[in-house]
């Protein structure tokens, strides 16, 4: 076998992945979930959990919130979408850059800042909840559906319109068929995302709300009834693999159009005085809706008493007893546990793109691919606790746990965007290269890389955003007192006294700043290497 | 392809068990790990201090906000992530010793401890800190409205004191509940009645301290809050003084010192430590003067020791309430749920 060098990497596409989803994902998991239903020593009662009206409530909570966010995100995000993936306009790369701002943001950080926001009677509540959620995820719609978008050829919508296809006509007929697999990708993490929210739900929502995940936290953590949180857990999980399995499907619906095309032969300057404001309209509504609470974020780092000053900036470079270090020690660890969980994710993701968009490949390996994102983050963790509890697996304390679950949450996103790309990929490109004698390895490397290279640089960029945020898990594991930005965040916002609220804020400016810089140098690094 | 698969995942097995293996070993452990919360803070002075005398290296491990690290603890107990824990205190203790998670050990240092702090005669468990919960109010936002502040528990369901008060969310908050517990030790069963009334004098829940303390009360810096009193600690002034650029001379926010909830925070040698001796060590060294005398302003409690000095600061600006609120912690733990499901019924719903 291992003399058929194609047949050793399609093995490799998939056994890869799968071992290490085996391994941080599913082994944990289960012991957790095995250890909950297992603790009173009798398994009969799951019912009590399940008919509680109270379960009833949060499922119902949780489900509509989830689809409402999703929409509230879709309209607020197509919109600029559609200008990012058609036109070509200066500053294009930093938009797409600044949008993925809000996406790292500690849900804490962002939170205060809405409260400030928001008019009276709207900050508290599911009001409260959908827009925040809307505010963390629009990057996700933004970023994948225009950069799908942007790979789809000019000439069959023009074609059509030609013919004589109204507008709206050839927007339903032909550009949405074609953008579906990006639209159920996007939707598919975004609905994900809300699903599964915690830290909103709790401040946002108000003591009155509950999801499925805050229940789970509350059960395990402040009740301490792991059975209750295990078949929560479980209920979230069948929950999540259903939603999966829809917006697979729909994904994997492919309208073979021209095939996908370079960024370069498809964006074009905005041509009429309609298409320039298309383009300021989309942005503005995008930059105001943004802006403000972010504006209210570097607002209060530089609050100094009743005037400002850059005293909290200072401050960052002092050690601190809330962090046992300087806060630039924790953005230099941030950096490095990002740029670990990027290399994972991306190697790992990329692989298992293949596999998945391989239509023969198996759907199992999918729908586990984006369970991470829908599993409860603080069972996860304590499931790491007791999995890895003895040699030659005791890997509790070792720091590389950190960017092994962080690439865990940007597993998903890296096949999602990666692998509608490579579906979309025309079989005939491929076929004549081998026909005009190219290995399959060349094949890919010259084929598809390059159409791919894209999406894997997207991939990468919203690994490294998701790596510095801290999502999910990587929450509830212990570690190494090796603080990172979040961490410091939380650490400041948690004490009293205005240098500690300043400093807080002042790092939450500092992460904005990182994550806009290092997703527009990754767009830079696609452009220089051909790939754009 | 199937048994291509299989062999990939049992040789990545392989080389992962192998990676492993090379770190194990018998050798006698120069390491001492501390189990903790995410509040925990040491000066580094401190820490090496440690590290030289016991010739061990002082390995940090947080894992969460308190709750999180005893439910770890016990998920865990007799196969410790660590060898000593820190950080639980009396609303957890109970289900901490319940569990299981200590070994017994006594330290030669409790003699200066005031036995009041003591909890556990078996000493699975060792009190390090203490901390009050307290209500604090905003000095500057009563004098400016020439409204005497509110001084007992009591007073603060008044009508001058309507939609003044913001509180935490026990069900989520570590404060708010220590401030429940408060109001069950000071009422016992009429409790609810009292919360009846705070809810109907406007009592504003939030969910964290976070947003209470940063966001709705008037008294911390650079806040637009306009809620004068809130639930927080007794060191809170402190932080405001000296966090505060120029430092004010007196502090701009105050104790109700008639509102406050003891909070122990004890230290125990976990059951299955690695290295027991290392821990026994290290809970000593917790006890000592040196790290007793860096508590204040690492971690904004106060020490147990008797010996240990205040810093100044918290000389002139803190209170250390003579009688505050305290109830068992079985009796914390056998009714919690039960209390903070009550309060949610006649407070939220």
Redesign the interface.
């Given at each position: 076998?291992g003399s058929d060098p194609s047949?050793?990497w399609?093995?490799?596409t998939?056994?890869?992945p799968?071992?290490f989803l085996?391994?941080f994902f599913a082994y944990p998991l289960l012991s957790i979930l095995e250890?909950g239903l297992r603790a009173d020593g009798s398994l009969a009662s799951p019912l009590g959990v399940l008919t509680d009206p109270l379960t009833r409530d949060v499922v119902w909570f949780t489900f509509w919130q989830a689809l409402a966010s999703t929409a509230l995100t879709f309209a607020v995000g197509l919109p600029a979408a559609y200008v990012l993936g058609r036109f070509a306009f200066r500053g294009r790369s930093v938009v797409r850059a600044l949008v993925v701002v809000p996406f790292v943001l500690p849900t804490?950080v962002v939170?205060?800042a809405f409260?400030?926001v928001l008019p009276a009677g709207l900050e508290r509540g599911w009001i409260a909840i959908l827009i925040a959620h809307a505010f963390f995820n629009v990057a996700v719609v933004v970023l994948v559906v225009s950069t799908f978008w942007a790979s789809l050829d000019r000439r069959t919508s023009e074609v059509a319109a030609t013919l004589g296809a109204a507008p709206a006509r050839n927007f339903r007929e032909i550009t949405l068929p074609l953008l579906a697999p990006s639209l159920a990708a996007a939707s598919s993490i975004v609905f994900l995302f809300s699903f599964t929210s915690f830290g909103i739900v709790?401040?946002l929502g108000?003591?009155?709300y509950s999801t499925i995940e805050t229940e789970i936290y509350?059960q395990?953590?402040?009740?301490?009834d792991l059975r209750a949180a295990a078949i929560l857990s479980i209920v979230q999980l069948i929950c999540v693999g259903v939603a999966v399995w829809i917006t697979l499907k729909l994904e994997a619906f492919v309208v073979v159009g021209a095939g996908p095309r370079s960024e370069r032969d498809v964006l074009r300057k905005p041509r009429t005085s309609r298409e320039r404001g298309l383009v300021v309209g989309a942005l503005g509504l995008l930059a105001v809706f943004l802006g403000v609470p972010l504006a209210v974020l570097v607002e209060?780092s530089i609050?100094?008493?009743d005037g400002y000053g850059l005293?909290a900036y200072r401050a960052l470079a002092r050690?601190t007893?809330?962090?046992?270090a300087t806060p630039w020690e924790a953005v230099w660890n941030s950096l490095l546990y990002a740029g670990a969980a990027t290399v994972i994710a991306v190697v790992i993701g990329g692989l298992a793109a293949f596999a998945v968009a391989n239509s023969t490949g198996p759907r199992a390996l999918d729908v586990l691919l984006m369970l991470p994102l829908g599993a409860s983050a603080?069972m996860l963790?304590?499931g790491f606790?007791?999995a890895f509890?003895?040699?030659?697996?005791?890997?509790?304390?070792a720091p590389w746990i950190v960017p092994v679950v962080q690439a865990l949450v940007a597993l998903p996103f890296v096949v999602r965007i990666v692998a509608p790309t490579l579906r979309a990929i025309d079989e005939r490109q491929r076929e004549a290269a081998a026909v005009l004698g190219a290995s399959p390895g060349r094949v890919r490397r010259e084929i598809d890389l390059p159409i791919v290279g894209r999406a894997l640089a997207v991939a990468a960029g919203f690994a490294f955003a998701i790596s510095l945020g801290e999502f999910g898990a990587t929450?509830?594991?212990?570690?190494?007192?090796t603080p990172t930005l979040p961490?410091a965040i939380?650490?400041f916002?948690?004490?009293?006294?205005?240098?500690?609220?300043?400093q807080a804020y002042a790092l939450a400016v500092v992460l904005m700043a990182l994550t806009a810089a290092s997703i527009f140098a990754v767009g830079r690094l696609g452009v220089r290497r051909g790939w754009v | 392809?199937t048994?291509?698969?299989k062999s990939?995942?049992v040789a990545?097995?392989a080389a992962?068990?192998?990676a492993?293996?090379g770190c194990?070993g018998d050798h006698p452990p120069t390491d001492v790990?501390l189990?903790t919360h995410?509040?925990f803070?040491?000066?580094?002075a401190v820490?090496q201090e440690f590290e030289r005398d016991s010739g061990l290296k002082l390995?940090?491990?947080?894992?969460?906000?308190a709750?999180?690290v005893v439910?770890?603890a016990?998920?865990?107990a007799g196969?410790p992530?660590?060898d000593v824990l820190f950080g639980v205190d009396n609303t957890l203790l109970s289900?901490a010793l319940d569990a299981d998670v200590f070994e017994p050990y006594e330290s030669a240092s409790l003699e200066n401890v005031d036995p009041e702090l003591i909890l556990d005669p078996d000493h699975r468990v060792t009190p390090i800190d203490h901390g009050e919960v307290c209500l604090n109010y905003d000095k500057a936002w009563f004098a400016e409205r020439g409204i005497a502040p509110p001084r007992t528990l009591e007073e603060v369901t008044l009508e001058r004191y309507r939609d003044l008060l913001v509180v935490e969310?026990p069900?989520?908050s570590s404060p708010g509940l220590t401030f429940l517990l408060a109001t069950i030790a000071r009422y016992g069963d009429l409790w609810q009645g009292y919360w009846r009334k705070l809810r109907a004098n406007g009592v504003l829940?939030?969910?964290?301290?976070?947003?209470a303390?940063?966001?709705r009360f008037s008294g911390?810096?650079?806040s637009?809050g306009n809620r004068p009193i809130v639930v927080?600690?007794s060191s809170?002034p402190v932080?405001?003084v000296?966090?505060?650029?120029p430092r004010p001379r007196a502090a701009p926010t105050a104790v109700i010192e008639d509102s406050c909830f003891r909070q122990i925070e004890f230290a125990g040698v976990l059951r299955g430590a690695r290295n027991e001796e290392g821990a026994r060590q290290l809970v000593d060294f917790m006890l000592s003067k040196r790290f007793q005398e860096d508590i204040p302003?690492?971690?904004?409690v106060f020490p147990v020791n008797r010996e240990a000095e205040l810093p100044r600061e918290f000389v002139e600006y803190a209170v250390v309430p003579r009688l505050p609120l305290e109830l068992p912690p079985d009796e914390i733990e056998a009714n919690r749920?039960r209390w903070?499901r009550e309060w949610?019924d006649i407070v939220?719903?």
């Open positions: 076998m047949r050793l399609r093995t490799a998939y056994a890869v799968l071992a085996a391994l250890r804490v939170a205060l409260l400030a709790l401040i108000g003591p009155a509350n395990a953590v402040r009740i301490f209060r609050a100094v008493g005293d050690p007893s809330a962090l046992l603080v963790g304590f606790v007791i509890d003895r040699a030659p697996i005791d890997f509790r304390a929450v509830f594991l212990a570690r190494p007192d961490v939380f650490r916002l948690g004490r009293p006294g205005e240098i500690n609220a300043a | 392809m048994r291509c698969h990939a995942l990545l097995l992962v068990l192998l492993a293996a194990g790990v189990l995410d509040s803070a040491v000066s580094d820490r390995k940090i491990l947080k894992a969460g906000d709750g999180e439910t770890k016990a998920l865990t196969n992530q660590g289900r969310n069900a989520t829940v939030v969910d964290g301290w976070e947003e303390y940063t966001v911390a810096a650079g637009r927080s600690y809170s932080a405001e000296i966090f505060r650029k302003l690492a971690m904004f749920d903070v949610t939220v719903r």
